[in-house]
């Protein structure tokens, strides 16, 4: 059977089509193959290493190291001026892909005997050996979003099939892990975490490479790379982001939505284990909450096309916040119908959050786009970079705070491990007002995540549907005057 043709557009490219959807989600569902193991950190380092807060204050202390990754990475990776066959972004992502294979597992090396000095060291250089690989990959992955199309319902639908592989990259370990980590009490199996996060690394890897085989650059860059083109200055770069109101606003809602999601995550865990007392239907009650943003995805270029990114988002944000709000709800004893208005009400909040996730990267192509707009200057790498930065500065933040806020209310109660002398936190131990209190944690959590999401995508981010039609119209007539 003789093969379909190709078609191309008029600049000589594959047309856009469902081909470039697909990788470009199978590049997300690559990242977390490895990221979606990092809610499960805090429970590791505490319930099977026995780091109790001390796992708040490393936590806190690798986040220099991101203050230093992240930037530095995007100023390298911008400032390339080097002719690679295909792209520089899919170059860079390749190397990453490479390493994350074993940078996941770096991070859950099981030795709870170990000295606290010991441990230390291996939390330290596990998390940078994951972090440098996962920017490597992760920071070009999010700029090339930009430069696949520059038309606003490519960059819609590449933006929502990127969240669909978000999701199914968050989806097989949320769901499949529990049943896989926890041992029959309830407690963590150490070499068992450590084990899922070398395969998931590995298959991280195969879709990384599908996406690279399968992607298409359709945005010429090259009137970046002339020679009259001023030197890289990081300081200007970072003044740039600053005064870019698209990508701060849209990164305060990042920032948001991490710091519920990442910091409840770590007591959402433990509300299955002490409130809900069924550790291991964690994952599928996660699962059922993002029905909504399996149905809100397909409609999301349509629904972009008609009501605009900036517009869409907010109203997924007071989804969130009325959903928020709707968790303080809590039946006396922990009656089944407790759990009924815990799901639905998640439902509500994911409906929010699906809307708003499945814009999210496509809006931060535009504030890429707005850079280049307002300064004349195109830095792909250092705008997603920083905003990459402060999403994982969020990530690491929401669960140190949310364990000294959980410590405050009685998390932290160490036992000693018979067999290696570590000392461990035993869940079983933890009273019932500490089960509440958690219970109570968690819900607000996720309202001041959906309350920061409404504050940087109403009131700071101002690419509305108007702006960002006069904003493409008049890059466009840049580059035909060039």
Known sequence: MAKKPVQLDASGHRKFGIRDSVAYAAGDLGCNMSFALKGTMALFWTQVMGMGLWYSLLLVIVQVWDAINDPLIGGIIDADKHKYKRNK?????????????????????????????????????????????????????GSLLSLISKEPADRASLSAWRSIGSMVGNMLPMVILPFIMYNADGSLNGFKVFLAALIMGILGFFCFQFMIRNTEIRVDTDVALNEEQPKFNVIEALKNFIMNRPA?????????????????????????????????????????????????????????????????????????????LGLFIITPNNTG??????????????????????????????????????????????????????????????????????????????????????????????????????????????????????????????????????????????????
């Not at 939390?123 to 992760?138: H, P």
């Not at 910091?263 to 509300?271: D, P, Q």
């Open 89 to 141: 972004f899919l170059t860079y992502i390749w190397a990453g892909s490479i390493g994350l294979i074993v940078g996941g597992a770096c991070c859950f090396i099981p030795v709870p005997q170990a000295p606290t000095w010991a441990k230390f060291i291996i939390f330290i250089a596990g998390y940078v050996i994951w972090d440098a690989f996962y920017t490597v990959a992760n920071v070009p992955y």
């Open 248 to 324: 701060v606003g849209a990164t305060v809602a990042a920032m948001g939505m991490f710091i519920g999601m990442q910091g409840a995550a770590t007591a959402v865990s433990v509300v299955f284990q002490i409130y809900f007392k069924n550790a291991q239907i964690s994952g599928i009650v996660q699962l059922f909450s993002m029905i909504p943003i399996l149905v809100f995805t397909p409609l999301a270029r349509k629904m972009v096309v008609k009501y605009g990114k900036k517009e869409l988002s907010v109203v997924g944000a007071i989804c969130s916040i009325i959903g928020g």
């Open 337 to 482: 119908l407790d759990l009924i208005i815990y799901v639905l009400c998640q439902l509500v909040y994911s409906l929010g959050l699906g809307i708003y996730s499945t814009v999210s990267w496509a809006m931060m192509g535009d504030a890429i786009d707005y850079n280049e707009w307002k300064t004349g200057k195109r830095e792909e790498g250092v705008v997603y970079s920083l905003h990459s930065f402060f999403r994982k500065l969020a990530q690491g933040v929401g669960p140190a705070v949310a364990l000294v806020i959980m410590n405050a209310l009685g998390y932290i109660n160490n036992a000693i491990d018979p067999d290696t002398g570590a000392e461990i936190i035993d869940v079983t131990l933890l009273s019932w007002d500490v089960a509440v209190n958690l219970r109570v944690l968690v819900a607000a959590l996720f309202l001041v995540a959906a309350v920061m999401q409404f504050v940087g995508l109403a009131l700071i981010y101002n690419l509305d549907k108007k702006t960002l039609a006069k904003m493409n119209d008049e890059l466009a007539a840049r580059k035909v005057k060039k």
